[in-house]
């Protein structure tokens, strides 16, 4: 005589025929049961909230993925629930599960919405978004690992969310993500004037435009003001930098460079890799030199990445930009908040003679050698030392 086929049952509906079954689905109705209990009454004694929280702790891992789905929706809200228990929602796989706990539960610790921002999926960096009491380390991993412009624009209009420079800078840096939400940073006041000029490494092309001519209008603002016009570029300086570019090594024409305007290491690897050559463009304009003598630049620098036709838009750039423009750009790059996640003030009224940083002990520049040691490959120009601090690049 044939066995009857058997009889299989989905996990969230047990058969209760079979003993160890019937004890499961008899513990889960248990921990439900409990769970509505506790949500019941608003307050509980901390002796209360240490048992739910051990009962809570034991049953939830053997509980079905409906039961647990249950518990999410009735404890997610309820301000004395167990931070334990939270957490293990909170991390669970089944992201209706999670849900509910990441967008409104009280108390959840930031490690725990850091780690879970970028784990993902996006559906539930949305719902942490949407929180009301979120660290700015939070908001930076927001800004960084979100894939979808619905998600930054939910942190953005957060009624609690405040854009810092950190998070402004982290925005800026993915160029695609700033254009689109161009609109809503703007509101925020993320693309101010000063801000483009600030993030100028990380904008799109389009807000490369509004940044030039922002430095343009401050530049003229500042003039009418001081009445200063800038001093001509130093030969000596000019003569070595073109020495440089024409070395074995024209890579070291990023740290010349830095070290005359003073620019803060993180600043000048930017400079270094930016693709365009418009901020190297900006940095030679700003130091004072002539057409002819950047030409020579970019052709060593530029020449095998672009082609005559890239060189041309770069020097199209060169031309196009005023120096007291560039000298504005150059100062806010200065300021080391062109830098992700740093924020570094510069006096507000510091004068446009101020000597380097890299002499008043400020911002962090590239290393030098001592003036003792001279760099390999150098030859000593009369009334220039390749060693020493240089105040070339701020002007009188």
Partial sequence: MSQPPAFHTSPD??????????????????????????????????????????????FLPRASVRDRRRIAATLAAHPQTPVSI???????????????????????????????????????????AKRSDLTEEVHLALASAAQSTDTVRTLLQNVAFSLTPAVASRLMQRSEMAAALEDDLAALGALSPKALMEQYFHLPKPQRAQALAAAEQASLIERAIAGRTAAPADPVFVAFLLRT?????????????????????????????????????????????????????FIRLLGRRMGIQGIRKVL?????????????????????????????????????????????????????????????????????????????????
Avoid: C
Avoid at 87 to 106: E, F, I, K, N, R
Avoid at 109 to 123: C, D, Q, T
Avoid at 331 to 336: A, E, K, M, T, V
């Fill in 13 to 58: 509906r047990p058969s209760t025929t079979h003993p160890a079954l019937a004890r499961h689905r008899e513990t889960a109705d248990i921990l439900v049961s409990e769970t509505e209990l506790f949500a019941a009454r608003g307050r509980h004694t901390e002796e209360e909230r240490r048992i739910f929280g051990e009962l809570a702790g034991n």
């Fill in 86 to 128: 939270l957490t293990l929602l909170a991390q669970d796989d089944d992201l209706p599960t999670a849900y509910p706990v990441l967008s409104q539960a009280p108390r959840l610790a930031p490690e725990l919405l850091e780690e879970m921002v970028r784990k993902g999926p996006e559906s539930l960096r949305q719902a942490i």
């Fill in 245 to 297: 570019a024409k070395s074995h090594a024209p890579y070291k024409v990023h740290e010349e460079i830095g070290q005359a305007l003073a620019l803060p290491a993180e600043t000048v690897r930017h400079l270094a890799a930016d693709n365009t050559g418009e901020t190297l463009a900006i940095a030679l304009r700003s130091l004072g030199f002539e057409e002819t003598s950047a030409t020579t630049v």
């Fill in 316 to 396: 199209n750039l060169f031309n196009g930009i005023s120096r007291g423009g560039a000298d504005q750009l150059v100062r806010s790059w200065s300021s080391g908040s062109a830098v992700a996640g740093s924020r570094v003030e510069s006096p507000r009224h510091a004068p446009l003679t101020a000597e380097p940083r890299a002499q008043r002990g400020g911002s962090q520049t590239i290393a030098k050698a001592p003036a003792d040691q001279a760099k390999p490959g150098l030859k000593a120009v009369a009334g220039f030392s390749p060693t020493a601090k240089r105040p070339f690049g701020r002007r009188t």
